[in-house]
């Protein structure tokens, strides 16, 4: 963007400076003279007219491309995220079944342990 500001101010001043060397030598009479700036300078006004729009459009159409990629991107991003997450999820549900079962059978050894220490007292 910097770049086409450059070129924009390259432009104008080179206009401006030829114009005005253009006067200073032109053999014509003022009123000659007057009509040549006034269409050069309608002209360079038209140009740059057509350079703005040009400009502009094409900014306007670089930003819509950008805003694109960039959802696009994010709705993959959100996408692979939301897989990784299942995947994660799943893999906690199943690490919790295995310590549920685990825990089960330590409680289920505990008890029988507490048995038979209740019957290794009862004996003695």
């Known amino acids: 963007m ?6 924009l101010l390259a432009l104008v001043t080179g ?3 030829g114009a005005g060397i253009g ?9 000659k003279t007057r009509k040549r700036i006034k269409d050069d300078a309608r002209k360079a006004q038209d140009r740059l007219n057509k350079r703005y729009h ?3 459009s094409n900014l306007s159409d670089k930003a819509k491309k950008a805003r694109l990629d960039f959802e696009e991107r994010l709705e993959e991003t959100l996408s692979s995220a939301s897989h990784k997450a299942d995947d994660i999820l799943a893999a906690m549900e199943t ?13 289920r050894d505990a008890k029988e342990e507490q048995g ?4 290794n007292k009862a004996v003695v």
């Open 116 to 119: 038979k220490t209740k019957a």
């Open 95 to 107: 690490k919790l079944e295995e310590l549920r079962k685990q825990n089960a059978k330590l409680q």
């Open 15 to 17: 206009a401006a400076i």
């Open 54 to 56: 040009e400009t502009s």
């Open 2 to 7: 910097a770049n086409t500001g450059s070129t």
């Open 23 to 31: 006067m200073l030598y032109a053999p014509e009479s003022g009123d």
